[in-house]
């Protein structure tokens, strides 16, 4: 076969066009640092560039950007609830000292501004927030827990007990309208279901006509308490005893937020499996706990209504794993301790007001222009008073050792809410470890698959470089023009 110059430079081209080719690609390789410059080059390696920078991608999310979110609102939970704790100590500290019967009045005055600066600062603790958004109040992030000023705001509350709820109280009494100057005190042991608020609405339970309270009993019975047996006894009624119901009756006390049983009542409701109970509040100080973030309730002004359930706030950790982040202030804290507090300074103050009448009385004592029958009168007064003072000291004493027993069972809450906040932390640190550990290893796969070898590639490069001037240099000499190119 007669092979023609024009052959001889097709050929020679074509090697030349070859050897420049790879020495450009290997140039790109080399001032890139990468394999490929085009998916078309190698689809093979751009494929799996892709999926590893995507799943790179996902996991620098997870790593740098929602462990260490999960991981700031969980450390402000766990500071707060450590706080709470920390309260709850000198509450009990507070309560235990309070037991003791040799308190001064200055010991009591000071105990009682001890409880409610603590009772204040739990529930300011109850409203920490973590860039804005509160902690404790589940899905409403945007609302805090407890009433940061006195708000008028009317809602319904449904709230439900147990027969372990009901609870045996002693109150001093002299009588339908009677006094220290009239009879001798005497004391009334009853029982009573506790709500979680004071100062109610006074119109009836839940400013609802003819609402009844529903409950099932010991044997799974449900039961009913007509509206109709249910007696408003507003503290201001002098014409009856709040604290002694009829047979058959509840009495409503709208300032505590108490319902005191009769016997008959009491014995068919005690070991009850469930006590259903609606009322009405229609006035929040500084500091009460909001209702919709503990209790199924309407609130009436907004027309709006809240169902209590487990509002868990979940951060993606990992690929497929999800972390509940936020602790609810149902899990951790109630009305209980605050309800604890505020009668231990109720029984405080009766105290300390039966004390003030003894004074007076002692003092009216000193009147040398008295009458006998006046003297023997504030004599009466005088005894019967010291009386009165006997058995409020005793209730007194047995509220501080119900609050030893209410700040005891509050801390124990609140370490099983920071128990289980420390099991999930640990569970983020382990995940955020594992993270750690598979971000070197993406990082690795991605530069074995996209980043070139330096120093193979610079050997290559110099190799190619000198393949290409000698193609350039055999071509030079080779092809020589002729006539036959002409031709």
Not at 289 to 298: G, H, N
Not at 414 to 436: I, M, Q, Y
């Amino acid at each position: 076969m007669r092979i023609t110059n024009k052959m001889m430079t097709n050929n020679m081209m074509t090697s030349i066009n070859k050897n420049k080719n790879l020495l450009n690609t290997l140039d790109e390789q080399y001032s890139t640092g990468k394999k490929i410059q085009r998916p078309s080059q190698d689809p093979i390696v751009a494929v799996r560039a892709l999926k590893l920078r995507t799943n790179l991608s996902e996991l620098n999310q997870y790593y740098e950007k929602n462990i260490p979110d999960a991981r700031s609102w969980m450390d402000v939970t766990e500071e707060a609830l450590k706080n709470m704790n920390q309260v709850m100590t000198k509450i009990n500290s507070s309560c235990v000292q309070g037991a003791t019967d040799s308190l001064t009045a200055s010991d009591r005055s000071s105990i009682v501004e001890t409880l409610n600066e603590m009772k204040k600062q739990i529930y300011q603790e109850g409203n920490a927030n973590y860039a804005g958004r509160y902690v404790f109040t589940g899905y409403k992030t945007n609302s805090s827990l407890s009433f940061e000023e006195n708000t008028s705001v009317n809602y319904t509350i449904t709230e439900n007990f147990t027969g372990n709820d009901l609870d045996a109280i002693t109150k001093i009494s002299y009588g339908v309208g009677g006094g220290p100057d009239t009879a001798a005190p005497t004391t009334i042991n009853t029982h009573r279901l506790r709500l979680s608020y004071e100062n109610l609405d006074a119109s009836n339970l839940s400013g609802i006509p003819n609402k009844d309270i529903t409950y099932v009993d010991k044997n799974g019975v449900t039961k009913t308490i007509a509206a109709a047996d249910i007696v408003q006894a507003s503290l201001s009624n002098t014409a009856i005893d709040p604290y002694n119901p009829a047979s058959g009756k509840v009495n409503y006390i709208p300032e505590t937020g108490e319902l005191i049983l009769s016997d008959t009542v009491y014995a068919s409701m005690q070991g009850a499996q469930k006590i259903t109970v609606d009322y009405g509040k229609s006035n929040f100080e500084t500091g009460d706990l909001k209702p919709e973030s503990y209790f199924d309730c309407k609130d009436n002004t907004n027309n709006i209504t809240y169902k209590v359930f487990d509002q868990q706030i979940q951060y993606e950790i990992n690929f497929n794993q999800s972390l509940t982040i936020n602790t609810q202030a149902k899990d951790a804290f109630d009305h209980s301790i605050g309800r604890d507090i505020d009668e231990i300074l109720y029984a405080v103050k009766d105290v300390e007001a039966v004390e003030g009448k003894i004074a007076e009385v002692k003092k009216n004592l000193e009147d040398k222009s008295l009458s006998q029958v006046a003297i023997d009168n504030l004599n009466t007064t005088l005894t019967n008073l010291q009386t009165e003072f006997k058995l409020k000291t005793d209730i007194m004493q047995d509220k501080f050792n119900k609050g030893i027993l209410g700040s005891k069972n509050a801390q124990d809450k609140l370490n099983t809410a920071v128990a289980d906040l420390g099991t999930r932390s640990t569970r983020l640190d382990l995940t955020e470890d594992r993270l750690s550990s598979q971000q070197v290893n993406f990082e690795e796969l991605m530069s074995n698959n996209e980043d070139a070898d330096v120093a193979e590639t610079y050997v290559r490069l110099s190799s190619a470089e000198v393949i290409y001037n000698a193609s350039l240099n055999a071509a030079g000499k080779i092809v020589k023009a002729s006539l036959l190119d002409f031709l």
